[in-house]
């Protein structure tokens, strides 16, 4: 039977998040990997090897790529309403399969924090968002079907696991999922077969990895998958490389340390606030629980990420189901193998903890709301239930004050961004006046001097390239290749190119690794200065074909800085 008024709320929260995030769309423009994301949606599958380093999320830009064609998508502002439109068909998903198992309360509840979790600059759509929801779908068809002991839907979720690897290539961790179930299970059975779960899970990955593969061998893009996937070998045991294991593992190391210094400092502050609602004196009772919001609020100014904050969560209803006694034993099954995403997905990333905890806590919110309020605190534990609602509304308005105040990646805080850009790709987003400056000077001085279509390289900001009607070539940012890839990157878009590209660079603060870029780009053609402000030059290889030709005069282009 149909509950109309749990579909009623949700639709209402529904409504909320949809207009919580977009107000959100509005603001914020990282000047690193939103302008890779816009350049290679625009021109990876037209031309691939000109920027295969993409190919480590190759169907993430084939897919998207169609998506624009299909609806006309040509601005930042577009991304980030296929970005909406992904989050809030997710919490869809979530809100009917969850609502099987737990209360409409819980999952609007966890959803919501979630939503509020959102905070920066990455609102376009991209592969994170991809590998969340292919994850979460296979969890949840791998659940569904142990729990009516169906191999094929386990299977299916197989499927969606070995397509997955193609829109992030680290997404191979996915394999491990069948495992995790088979340890659960050994708590929680519910009567199915782990190892036959494992079996159909498997055969179902294989399945899907063959169906990506066939998928790229009919655009004709399996040799740009071929490239990267021989380039990962060398990549991951380079100790200097952002993608190599070393740096891999630090950042999870960082991510989980954080993630569980952060539940115990919750725990800690719900403890005071329940040691204070248990004071007989009212004047005790405010200045501990007071105390304990303070101390909440200013741990979440300079310590906490929102993504930290979702994922203690989680972890912390986790802790609590495991030594909960009496869950029902496929709602148990479900927290647990829910913990996948949000704790395993992030492997083999290089992302700072600031970027995870959003999309990848959406199904595991929800349950973790469940167990605290109806499972770990029952009705009759009126007080610490109190308390428990009290962190979670002091965590949600500081989620807000964050939300509000930081830094949204590389960008300044909301209150900061009231600029615009007069481009066509950054239509209705509002950006710092810094910002703004910066790309419309480029406009206005630097696009005159460059070929409409032409490749760039620009050293301080990956939009500049889209902005300036440019394609990407080989190298997108020293930040994230050591120059021993960019060379073998530079290598084969020249081999297919033929073309060479214009770079554009900030003299005044130049990361190391564009000296050894320009010294590259010289041996196979040289490069000279065809314009420059002092600050910001722009350099060409002979013949220059600008709209007008300019008198050239060669330079070092390092002559400032010995």
């Known amino acids: 039977m149909i509950n109309l008024s749990s579909h009623k709320a949700f639709s209402i929260y529904l409504l909320f998040a949809a207009l919580f995030l977009g107000v959100q769309m509005f603001q914020g423009l990282s000047y690193l990997d939103i302008g890779m994301y816009m350049s290679g949606y625009q021109h990876f599958t037209s031309d691939p090897y000109a920027s295969y380093f993409l190919g480590q999320w190759i169907l993430t830009y084939d897919v998207t790529s169609a998506l624009c064609k299909l609806f006309s998508i040509n601005s930042f502002l577009g991304l980030r309403v296929l970005h ?12 009917l399969y969850l609502r099987q198992y737990i209360s409409t309360r819980s999952i609007i509840t966890g959803l919501l924090i979630a939503t509020l979790a959102h905070y920066g600059s990455y609102t376009e759509i991209n592969y994170n968002d991809y590998s969340a929801l292919l994850l979460l779908l296979s969890i949840l068809c791998y659940h569904g079907g142990a729990d009516r002991d169906n191999q094929w839907i386990i299977m299916m979720g197989g499927v969606l696991a070995g397509v997955a690897v193609y829109f992030r290539i680290v997404n191979i961790t996915y394999i491990c999922l069948p495992l995790c179930a088979m340890l659960i299970s050994r708590k929680w059975n519910n009567g199915h077969s782990a190892s036959n779960g494992a079996t159909f899970f498997y055969i179902g990955m294989c399945f899907g990895g063959l169906l990506g593969y066939v998928v790229l061998l009919c655009q004709g893009l399996d040799n740009v998958f071929a490239l990267t996937f021989n380039d990962i070998a060398g990549i991951s045991s380079d100790k200097s490389d952002t993608h190599g294991m070393l740096y891999v593992m630090r950042s999870m190391y960082d991510l ?45 100014n300079f310590s906490f990420f929102p993504s930290n904050i979702t994922m203690a969560l989680c972890l912390i209803g986790g802790v609590g189901v495991f030594f ?6 496929p709602l148990a099954h479900l927290v647990m193998i829910s913990l996948f995403l949000p704790f395993v997905m992030p492997v083999g990333s290089n992302a700072e903890p600031s970027f995870y905890g959003k999309e990848t806590c959406f199904l595991t ?21 109190r308390a428990a609602m009290c962190m979670i509304g002091v965590l949600g308005a500081g989620l807000l004050f964050f939300n509000l105040t930081h830094k949204q990646m590389e960008e300044g805080n909301r209150i900061a961004c009231r600029y615009t850009v007069d481009s066509q790709l950054t239509r209705g987003i509002l950006t710092t006046k810094e910002n703004a400056d910066m790309y419309n000077y480029l406009i206005r001085e630097v696009k005159p001097h460059i070929r409409q279509g032409s490749y760039m390289i620009c050293s301080f900001s990956l939009p500049a390239v889209s902005i300036l009607d440019c394609k990407p070539w080989a190298v997108y940012s020293t930040v994230y290749s050591t120059d021993r890839m960019n060379d073998r990157y530079i290598k084969v878009a020249w081999k297919h190119t033929k073309e060479l590209p214009y770079v554009l660079l900030d003299e005044e603060n130049l990361p190391d ?16 200065k065809i314009w420059t402000d002092g600050k910001y030059s722009l350099y060409y290889s002979k013949p220059y074909p600008g709209p007008e030709r300019p008198k050239i005069t060669d330079v070092d282009p390092y002559r400032h800085h010995p």
């Not at 909406?84 to 809100?95: E, N, P």
């Not at 909960?324 to 034993?329: A, H, K």
């Not at 690794?513 to 000279?528: A, D, F, P, V």
């Open 256 to 300: 989980y340390t954080e993630v569980v210094a952060n539940a115990g400092y919750i725990m800690l502050f719900w403890i005071i606030i329940v040691a204070g609602m248990k004071q007989t004196r009212r004047i005790m009772r405010i200045t501990l629980v007071a105390v304990a919001i303070v101390l909440t609020l200013v741990m979440m």
């Open 365 to 385: 919110l929800p349950l973790v709301m469940y167990v605290l309020f109806e499972e770990l605190m029952p009705k009759k534990e009126q007080l610490e239930r």
């Open 84 to 95: 909406l439109v992904y989050v809030l068909v997710t919490q869809t998903v979530v809100y």
């Open 324 to 329: 909960i006694r009496g869950v029902y034993p």
């Open 513 to 528: 690794g564009y000296k050894h870029i320009m010294e590259e780009l010289s041996l196979i053609r040289k490069y000279q």
